[in-house]
Nanobody, 119 residues
Framework: VQLQASGGGEVQAGGSLRLSCAAS????????MGWYRQAPGNKRELVAA???????NYADSVKGRFTISRDNAKNTVHLQMNSLKPEDTDVYYC??????????????WGQGTLVTVSS
């Protein structure tokens, strides 16, 4: 099972980007999914998370600007980022707890995708 992220890029301040992450392979179910970000030398921090029931949680710094969503049928999670600021520049990682069957699950990370916001 793996996670594949896409959608990063460069945008001017005030612009928007949409990140997507798809899980593939042997999947029985997926619990929480989320997006984290990390700058060089810094700790990876939670940006947004969503449960399989649709409950969401956001970092204070992105509330009102970012929206996380998921499509359980397609095993995907998205992050719509609006009103981007230069301080949102980071490498973004998707995360998911994927159950391969009833008894075995793994906490997985996608490859990072770089988001650059220019002023």
């Amino acid at each position: 099972v793996q996670l594949q992220a896409s959608g990063g890029g460069e945008v001017q301040a005030g612009g928007s980007l949409r990140l997507s992450c798809a899980a593939s392979g042997r999947i029985f179910s997926i619990n929480d999914m989320g997006w984290y970000r990390q700058a060089p030398g810094n700790k990876r921090e939670l940006v947004a998370a969503i449960t399989n029931g649709g409950s969401t949680n956001y970092a204070d710094s992105v509330k009102g600007r970012f929206t996380i969503s998921r499509d359980n049928a397609k095993n995907t999670v998205h992050l719509q980022m609006n009103s981007l600021k230069p301080e949102d520049t980071d490498v973004y990682y998707c995360n998911a707890y994927v159950n391969r069957d009833r008894w075995f699950g793994s906490d997985l990370w996608g490859q990072g995708t770089l988001v650059t916001v220019s002023s």
